[in-house]
């Protein structure tokens, strides 16, 4: 961890792959290429870890410094884990809709025209609220230690883990760069929505009518400016919307970007923490009977299929992501 003020900052709580679900789940994402396909979860321990200073909750109910997903329910009162799935879902991370598809020859056309459904949380996508609760005042921050990356160590290249049957030799790239099209979706203390584009450098290239896919994993908003010349997308006679550092989605039916985006979360681990885009939550006002002052926050996280990495070439991806939070001090 970095080095830190300790006066100013506290306590340091680290969430522990909180997520690793998605790292050790098939990630069977068939954006854009197919109808709704079920696809169980496989989980392993799951852990949300804290200091004692800090306890967290799904609930409101239970309260701990360490929290298992498994122990997260639908509004059936399902485990996430036995009835999550992940289908081709667009989202502004508020509103999660499911378009309607024309399927192609190695791409599929969204049908602006058509019956669109409406995502449903923790089956389609994942969605819960964190609530946090301390007996010291403080405030929250999601970390720019927080990291998503591919289960696999090696990703492009003959070695690469969990191969992708769409390439072979020196081309040959690890399905588990599905983590470039994963988004995370939070509220900061002012209310505003950031969605943040874990994965910006993953970049897989494929023109409409060819079945020849590449991978780069060190890709930039430049070299992907819109066009026609490496992109899936259809918008009339046009195919653009291909820089992987900004998020695309569909708004109504019409293509849109989203202005509140992270490609990289700001560094909120100094004296004085000025990150206030990824400040969380205030654990201030008037403590209960028990003396807790409380806070909260909802996270929804998800592969966004109007992105270039949510592609069949990627279905059975596997990653991992890890949610840090870093609390400071507050002296009045």
């Not at 494929?206 to 259809?234: C, E, F, Q, R, W």
């Not at 909120?268 to 923490?273: A, E, G, R």
């Not at 909802?298 to 949510?310: K, L, P, S």
Request: aromatic letters at 12%; charged letters at 15%.
């Amino acid at each position: 961890m970095k080095q830190i003020n300790r006066k100013t900052k506290t306590k340091m709580i680290i969430v522990v792959n909180l997520f690793l679900i998605f790292a050790l789940m098939t990630v069977s994402v068939y954006a854009w290429f197919a109808s709704q396909v079920d696809n169980r979860v496989d989980a392993y321990d799951i852990q949300v870890e804290s200091d004692n200073a800090l306890e967290l909750s799904f609930d409101e109910e239970t309260w701990s410094g360490s929290l298992n997903l498994a122990d997260l329910k639908n509004a059936d009162d399902e485990s996430v884990l036995d009835t999550m799935k992940f289908v081709e879902v667009t989202s502004n991370g508020t509103t999660f809709r499911i378009p309607q598809l024309t399927q192609k020859t190695n791409y599929a056309e969204v049908n602006t025209g058509g019956s669109w459904t409406t995502a449903v949380p923790n089956q389609d996508y994942i969605e819960f609220t964190l609530h946090m609760r301390s007996k010291d005042k403080l405030s929250v921050y999601l970390s720019s230690d927080s990291k998503a990356s591919p289960a696999s160590s090696v990703v492009t290249g003959a070695t690469c883990g969990n191969p992708s049957s769409y390439a072979s030799g020196a081309n040959t790239f690890s399905k588990d760069c599905i983590v470039g099209a994963l988004r995370v979706s939070y509220n900061n203390t002012a209310n505003s929505k950031f969605i943040w584009i874990t994965n910006p450098e993953f970049h897989l290239n494929n023109t409409i009518g060819s079945s020849d896919y590449t991978m780069d994993t060190n890709a930039g908003a430049t070299t992907y400016a819109d066009g026609p010349s490496k992109t899936v997308y259809t918008a009339g006679a046009n195919f653009y919307w291909n820089n992987p550092k900004t998020h695309y989605y569909y708004s109504g039916t019409t293509l849109t970007t989203y202005t509140n985006t992270l490609t990289a979360l700001p560094d909120t681990v100094s004296t004085v923490p000025t990150a206030t885009t990824t400040k969380l939550a205030e654990l201030t006002g008037t403590a209960d009977a028990n003396g807790y002052y409380y806070g909260e926050t909802t996270f929804r996280i998800w592969i966004e299929g109007c992105d270039t990495e949510a592609r069949r070439a990627l279905v059975d991806g596997k990653f991992n992501l890890s949610l840090v939070l870093d609390t400071f001090a507050i002296n009045n």
